[in-house]
């Protein structure tokens, strides 16, 4: 049934016009944030730690990376709504929300950082990670002022890449990606 799936995928993924230099099957290329990164909570307190691309492992994990711009967020709300409602189990999946502060609207990075502190109190479990420089971005070669859905298998390779916003049938497909895999 994976095999079937991927198949499927990687057919549908072959007539998209791609922007990002994301390989299916592949992993996502190495990016390591020195400065801010990971959001830990950490009894009641916040702390960053540097972050690699090299952590998005032994889990399925959905990638949502976001300009710091609520136009960007909402592009995708959508798909992040499917995945609230689908509750996977937290031992086999993960979300990683991305973003990337130099994509935001100036003045606004430290709203954007004290709106994922938020988000980590509410998902503590999740990745949350702040790209200050945009080196995600620029290394995967995504859209400016947008969202991005990558979705990795245990082992760290690409299942489905989106950059942009997503239709429901695009949902779908990856909501059945993330049930066959886990």
């Known amino acids: 049934m994976k095999k079937i799936l991927t198949a499927i995928t990687l057919s549908l993924a072959s007539f998209v016009a791609l922007s990002h230099n994301l390989t299916l099957g592949d992993n996502v290329p190495q990016v390591t944030i020195k400065d801010k990164g990971y959001i830990d909570l950490v009894e009641g307190e916040f702390e960053y730690r540097q972050w690699s691309t090299a952590e998005l492992q032994n889990k399925v994990i ?18 992040i709504d499917a995945l609230k409602k689908s509750d996977f189990p937290f031992e086999k999946y993960n979300t990683a929300t991305l973003v990337n502060l130099d994509d935001a609207i100036w003045g606004t990075g430290a709203i954007v950082a004290s709106q994922l502190r938020s988000n980590k109190e509410d998902f503590p479990d999740a990745i949350f990670v702040l790209d200050e420089d945009g080196d ?9 002022k947008s969202s991005a859905i990558i979705l990795l298998d245990q082992g760290g390779k690409i299942l489905y ?20 895999y886990i």
């Open 136 to 144: 995600i971005r620029n290394k995967w070669g995504l859209t400016e």
């Open 62 to 79: 959905l990638i949502q990376h976001i300009a710091g711009r609520t136009s960007a967020k909402e592009l995708n709300d959508p798909m």
């Open 161 to 180: 890449v989106k950059d942009g916003e997503m239709n429901p049938t695009e949902i779908d497909t990856v909501i059945g990606l993330i049930n066959a």
